[in-house]
């Protein structure tokens, strides 16, 4: 099938910029290995989940989110919004349609895109003159590998599978993970009546969404370490020092590291109270597991009734994308620094991986829509 742009991947990035192509009357089509769009939204996400930056920075191109939803906007309602973008704009993903390769063919300067169908087990090809990578930072679940894992007689499952704590009630549970994910699962497991212990290893950062949007108004006028100087100092007033509770905070500040590393700080939705009441506990690094016992790095060891791994996503556009060297790196990430990495070389392009959430998408679908615009433009000048 002959396809001017083909985009891989039906959530925010791929919507965003579909309705970007629109806007510029290009063609195009979706890829969408799931049954539905935003399928992380819709199936891989936890009940209690609201969105962790506010409301302006998280609308998709052309549809401000409304301004009588509240600042932080609940998973549902974000839901809702994005079935409102799919309508207004008129997107028709073609769904069940798994990428498994994709790769340049120098002698006729296109894409060759091999998709298998998931429902019929047939293998389609496209043929684009763009290809815009839409599939996701977050496309495969990570989970470490421990020594005695697959003896763990427990509940084994990835964040992205948690729905609520309902079912751990009275349970001892673990999570591993302190990011977003991890220390909001705990809260909520703990707020269950489930017997909550979470591993953390790093240090990070703790701040509220209001430091964070805050911070995000203040890098518009004022210098990033200025900015990190004034979160830090709320931080530090509003929980205090948390080292005393295994909680270290990083020498480099919030948003120099969130720039250049792509780590988050952790939003707090109320984990650091439990913390420091003990409802929760915090315990260190695991060394092994054996049946239901873990063992911890510091020699301690207890029992669990299940693990919750919040230990993250990882990109894998490199495995289908055969010549992924036109844009990433080794690990599916942009290869170039933002904000140049949502453009590579043979008309190839990458959308939502700059580690800059929802804000991030809009500018990169913008930018893609405009440059195959341009493209566009040129050839037929010539
Ligand atoms: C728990 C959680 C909470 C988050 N909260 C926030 C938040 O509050 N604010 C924020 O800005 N960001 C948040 N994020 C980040 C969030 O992932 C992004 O903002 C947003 O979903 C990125 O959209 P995307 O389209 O790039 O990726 P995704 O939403 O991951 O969509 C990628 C799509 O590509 C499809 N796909 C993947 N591989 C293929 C293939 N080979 N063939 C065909 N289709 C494929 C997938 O099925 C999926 O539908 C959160 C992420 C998680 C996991």
């Not at 998709?115 to 047939?122: E, I, L, T, V």
């Not at 060297?325 to 070389?345: A, Q, R, S």
């Not at 008309?347 to 615009?373: P, T």
Request: aromatic share 12%; proline share 5%; net charge positive.
């Amino acid at each position: 099938m002959q396809k001017v742009v083909v985009i891989v991947g039906a959530g925010p990035s791929g919507l965003a910029t579909a309705a970007c192509l629109s806007a510029h009357s290009i063609p195009h089509v979706i890829l969408e290995k799931e049954d539905i769009y935003a399928s992380l939204w819709k199936k891989r996400a936890y009940d209690r989940l609201k969105l962790h930056l506010a409301k302006e920075f998280c609308s998709l191109p052309f549809k401000p989110l409304s301004p009588d939803s509240p600042t932080y906007i609940p998973k549902d309602m974000f839901v809702n919004y994005l079935d409102e973008y799919v309508s207004t704009f008129n997107i028709q993903p073609q769904y069940h349609r798994s990428v498994e390769s994709a790769w340049y063919d120098e002698v006729d300067g296109k894409w060759r895109i091999d998709a298998k169908n998931m429902q019929s087990g047939d293998v389609e090809v496209y043929v684009a003159e763009f290809l815009v990578i839409a599939s996701g930072e977050n496309s495969a679940k990570y989970i470490p590998e421990l020594p005695g894992l697959g003896t763990f007689k427990g509940e084994i499952i990835h964040s992205n599978e948690y729905k609520s704590g309902a079912k751990y009630e009275n349970m001892d549970v673990l999570v591993v993970g302190c990011g977003n994910s991890g220390m909001e699962i705990s809260y909520d497991l703990s707020n269950f009546g489930a017997h909550t212990s979470i591993v953390i290893r790093n240090p990070f950062h703790v701040v509220s969404k209001e430091m964070v949007r805050l911070g995000m108004i203040f890098y518009k006028y004022i210098p990033l370490f200025v900015v990190d100087f004034l979160i830090v100092l709320m931080s530090k007033m509003v929980y205090g020092d948390l080292s005393k509770y295994g909680i270290r905070r990083p020498k480099k500040g919030p948003f120099f590291l969130k720039e250049t590393t792509g780590r988050a700080p952790v939003i707090d939705v109320g984990t650091v109270h439990k913390i420091k009441s003990k409802e929760i506990k915090v315990v260190p690094a695991i060394s092994s597991i054996y049946g239901k016992k873990v063992l911890f790095e510091d020699g301690g060891e207890r029992e669990f009734d299940a693990i919750v791994f919040a230990t993250g996503y990882r990109s894998i556009a490199n495995n289908w994308l055969k010549d992924f060297k036109y844009v990433l790196n080794e690990n599916g990430m942009p290869k170039t620094d933002f904000p140049h990495h949502w453009k590579g070389e043979k008309n190839l392009y990458c959308c939502g991986l700059s580690r800059r959430g929802l804000f991030g998408v809009s500018m990169d679908a913008k930018a893609i829509a405009d440059d195959i615009k341009r493209v566009i433009s040129e050839k037929m000048e010539k």
